[in-house]
């Protein structure tokens, strides 16, 4: 049967995009540190040299003129959106987002749609959609599994930011074969940016049978949403009513925004629960503290999205002549900056290779950091914690199944577990 938009199924769509980003079987901590101390401002292409998977450059990009690896020259060039922009991914991943994807704007443009968009994105606003997140998870999702004693904590974890993020868009959510459908086309626009020639035969077309999919749907609910006078709570309703220096967005804005939004909604919650499932049952006295004092979670979070990030690198384009650490970087050049090594820098985190939630609190660039730091944190943070305490309240003595493989974070980019098999009593 020929793989297509329409029969690409949640699953399929998940699998497709971890072995796109699997990369080669290397080392990504140890390389990464022995370039931190040998080599920290390199003369080329890390990635494409070392880790084999594609950027949001998009093919058409080209390769990095520069890669780096300490935390303070990654922080001054993603602080700095002047001189750093994000404008090239318009061409590479926003291509499937009519350009109009946040992380693919610069200045005035990025300036105005954030100030327009952030409001909704605050915690003061989140915290208002607390109550259905944990109806969500606790009713639909985990109550059912109580009596079975036992998961893969994937099958759950794949369909709960999907589905969250669905109810509070304002989306229809009675029919749950139309939101996995939704989410399958989402996934495939990620899994579009290969490498590989012969796998980007396959996933293209897909992608554009998607891509057209998604904005049919998404436009759909936008128009009977502003129809019924966009009164409600939902991310719709408030995209349609948010409005800056006199400047509201028309249908086809929200539409395209709502659909830039549904990969990362879906995507990077999912692979960080898998990080943050796998770091913590692996430490069963940890696991006993965080059940205690539900207070650690917020630290727990924050240790594994520095720990492992979801997203290893961030790219960059040079808009003037620069100079890194003695390297130049000429105008239009592409700066790889690799998140994943700033995380792990021992100028700045102690002993960065230990796991340790009791950390002195410093800024990991696990969501990025300066004007394109990830504007959906918040609603990220609040729906995994959670689903932590969910699982905490619901499965007592919760650990991993001794008869199953163990969980692995693995992936060159957008790193996560594949499996993460349990049992309780």
Known sequence: ??????????????????????????????????????????????VDTYLKVPTNAGAKGGKCAVTLFK????????????TFTNGFIAEGLGAFFDGLIVLAM???????TRALLQPIFMPQTV??????????????????????????????????????????????TDDTEKFKKYASWALALVAANQIDPEKAKIFGPIAGQAVKSLYDSINEVVVKTRAEGAEGNGLISRLINAEYEGRALDDHEVTTFVRSLLPAAGETTTRTFSSIMTLLLERPDLLERVKNDRSLISKLIDESVRFEPVSTFKVRQASKDVEIGGVKVPKGALVQCMVISANRDEDIFPEPDTFDIDRQARPSLGFGFGPHMCIGQFVAKVELNSAINAILDLF????????KPAPKIAGAQLRGAKAIHVIWD
């Open 1 to 46: 049967m020929t793989l297509t938009a329409n029969n690409l199924d949640i699953e399929a769509a998940y699998h497709a995009v971890s072995d796109t980003y699997l990369g080669s079987e290397v080392d990504i901590h140890e390389l990464c540190r022995e370039k931190r101390h040998n080599e920290p401002v390199m003369e080329g292409d890390f």
């Open 71 to 82: 935390y303070k020259d990654i922080l001054s060039v993603l602080r700095d959106g002047e």
């Open 106 to 112: 610069d200045g005035e443009q990025h300036r105005r």
């Open 127 to 172: 915290n208002t959609w607390k109550p259905e997140i944990e109806r969500v998870i606790r009713d639909e999702f985990l109550t059912p599994l109580v009596a079975t004693k036992g998961t893969n904590l994937m099958d759950f974890g794949l369909y709960f930011p999907i589905r969250v993020m669905y109810a509070l868009m304002g989306f229809p």
């Open 396 to 403: 007592p003595g919760i650990r991993l199944d001794p008869s």
